[in-house]
């Protein structure tokens, strides 16, 4: 099928951490990927994004890179930050007007 | 600033009714969207529009409507077909399809049918 497939949620960590949250796709052709976030009460944001194997798309101390051998695009950051606190959505472009979302992975951050 | 202006942020919706959620930009984009975000759930494609006075649909059409008479606008009807409009729906836009730069999105209208 042609699907995004996120890590569950919720993600609790402590103010700090590091964060993964795992982001695989079925690979049809060469989609573009991109990681969204999302705040409490309000639309996606894009955060991040890459358009070809290899590339590393890079925000806001979070990171990406396409991996095509794997078929994934993983969301890394270094040092998690209470603001971080979010649900963030993994997305692939599939060609003609259609993207594919995840189904989201809430993280929250502890002080 | 160009942007996405969704309006109203909330919405209640009596049995029977129809209801209109409006979705506008200011980005000279070509292509918009709606979608539909129920709890814990992804996103779902309900209609897209490439350009002006043509618009296809997505995923879960059924129960409403659009139309796009202008660039910057692109409302969304939902109708009393559809069976269970309470939901959080968000529009956005796209230059080209969107495979470059991704999609800007709106903040959303919260639909509630009481």
């Known amino acids: 099928g042609n699907s995004v497939t996120q890590m569950e949620g919720p993600v609790t960590l402590s103010e700090e951490a590091f964060l993964t949250i795992n982001c695989t796709y079925t690979?049809?052709?060469?989609?573009?990927l991109f990681w969204y976030v999302q705040y409490p009460g309000e639309g996606l944001q894009l955060l991040l994004k890459a358009t070809k194997a290899d590339d590393k798309g890079s925000n806001k101390g979070f990171e990406a890179t396409y991996r095509k051998e794997t078929t994934s695009f993983h969301l890394e950051k270094g040092s998690v930050q209470v603001s971080d606190s979010a649900v963030y959505f993994c997305a692939k472009h599939t060609g003609g007007f259609k993207t594919i979302f995840g189904a989201g992975t809430r993280l929250f951050v502890k002080a | 600033d160009g942007g996405i202006t969704q309006s109203p942020k909330y919405l209640f919706r009596k049995e029977g009714q129809n209801v209109t959620l409006s979705c506008e930009q200011n980005?000279?984009?070509?292509?918009m969207y709606w979608y539909r975000q129920d709890p814990g759930q992804g996103l779902r494609l309900i209609y897209y529009?490439?350009?002006?006075?043509?618009?296809q649909k997505g995923d879960i059409a059924e129960g409403y409507s659009v139309s796009r008479e202008k660039k910057e606008s692109f409302p969304l009807t939902v109708t009393s077909a559809q069976k269970n409009p309470t939901a959080f729906y968000l529009c956005?836009?796209?230059?080209?399809?969107?495979?470059?730069?991704?999609?800007?999105f709106g903040s959303g209208t919260r639909l509630t049918v009481v």
């Open positions: 690979a049809t052709g060469y989609p573009s």
């Open positions: 529009s490439q350009i002006v006075n043509d618009f």
């Open positions: 956005a836009s796209s230059t080209g399809q969107g495979e470059a730069y991704g999609y800007t």
């Open positions: 980005l000279n984009h070509d292509a």
